[in-house]
């Protein structure tokens, strides 16, 4: 009997140690690598979550920020499994509150799935706008893909996190944002960036932290993969606070990107040192412009309306101007933030954008400008939105962060993220693999762009910027829909591309001689 008992706690033994290193080898799952044979637990309470949810715990809808159902399609559409959902819709429409219609054509055109031969294998999507065009930019271009990876930090994101998101897009033909944390090795696999400026001027500051334009160019000079500026002036999720990396969190290679000593808290101030109003934003922001050839555009939430009325006027008065506007709305993410500016500083996306566009619009420089915006964008119905709001790109940050691994554990701020994204933790870092993770966020980005050529077709446009806010309703309490235009006080057609812009669509779709190339082999 004692025999027979002590052979099976053998057997079981021999099974655990083998099932502990096939998990600490295996790539293609970081909970697992980080959290051998227990992370198995996960991914089976997982597979009972459909039976469990619908009696004991949280239904499809309900969790935030982002939804079981709602991060459900980001993995399935990053894995390029089946991102489907059966039986029709369960949100309760009747009793909803501004809930979003797409009307369609009654005569769409052609859908592009399955794959027609006329379409890019990826669906490449390029911006309507050639960014920095319309101020003569030296090093003006077009946008490959209308959407794109938001700014995330190395230092926030671990350096594998950041790999995985610049190898993959990359591979998506889009741009990568740094972040305010500088321009790392991380950053430099082969995609494009925008290089985000923040406050603290990381990677292009003095000794005294102060901008410094010898740095800036130096920089610019050393990455030809920086393909714009970001001036950031406020993120959605904590406008008009700064931020603290602690000196515990500050490694070598952090310190290199930043410009900042080791053994020091890095601190991000609450405002710029070199401006301090609209006037001299734009002398700065010419001064880039002069020096780099590159587009410099500005990244902000939306607070007070007087910073934007001053800007719009300036640049239908003056020759200064931004060459892209990028709103952040006060859902958007961040790392850390206080409670109370995470939920009640900056108005939403939706309000936001739309009060800034309507500034531009009637300062008649709406289309010398290209708009972009964040904050829980990910999606094909809130990017479409966002396009017909007048957005000519999108960016995404936690959905390209769910894109590879992150599981909305929550854990950001405390540098114990249990997927390897956002940690400085070797330990956690190591269970992310960034080879694998990059086709993930591939997969994610042209998953996105290929709903929105979907959608604009089947609203009977060829392109998402031709949708405009007459192609939605709103339907609120007591089930009456309202004409979007109205809900967002727009006027007919506000929002399309210029005649110019729109004659460029046809021929910016048509598939290169590399994509071509692409589909032979």
Known sequence: MWSIIAFVAAAMLVLLIAITIYDVTQ???????????????????????????????????????????QRRWVYASSKRQNNYFAFGTDQNIEDASNYLIVRHASFPLRDPLPVDPDFDPQFRVPCAKVLGGARGRRNAFRPGSIV??????????????????????????????????????????????????????????????????????????????????????????????????????????????????LGQDCISPSCHSAFQDVDSMLDFVEQLAQTSGLPIGIKSAVGQMDFWRELAHRMANESRGVDFVTIDGGEGGTGAAPLVFADHVALPFRLGFSQVFREFVAAGVADDIVFGGSGKLGFPEAALLAFALGCDVMHVGREAMLSIGCIQAQRCHTGACPTGVATQSRWLMRGLDPELKSARLANYVVTVRKELLRLSRACGVPHPAMVTLQHFDLINQGFVAQPATEFFGYQRNWGLPSAKDQAAIPHMMAPSRRDTELRSH
């Open 148 to 261: 794109n990876v938001s700014g995330m930090s190395f230092g926030s994101l671990s350096g594998p996190a950041v790999e995985a998101l610049n190898r993959g897009a990359q591979i998506a033909g889009c741009l990568q944002n740094t972040g305010e944390g500088g321009v790392s090795e991380h950053h430099l696999h082969g995609g494009d960036l925008v290089w985000q400026i923040g406050t603290g001027y990381f990677g292009c500051r003095d000794e005294q932290g102060r901008f410094s334009m010898e740095r800036f160019l130096d920089v610019v000079q050393a990455h030809p993969s920086i393909r714009a500026i970001e001036v950031k002036l406020s993120q959605g999720a904590k406008p008009g606070v700064g931020g603290m990396l602690p000196a515990a969190k500050i490694s070598p290679e952090i310190a290199r990107a930043r410009g900042v000593p």
């Open 27 to 69: 790539r293609s799952h970081a909970i697992l690598r980080n959290f051998p044979v227990i992370g198995h637990l996960r991914y089976l309470l997982e597979s009972f979550g459909p039976e469990l949810r619908q009696y004991i715990v949280t239904g499809n809808n309900e969790e935030r920020p982002f939804s079981r159902a």
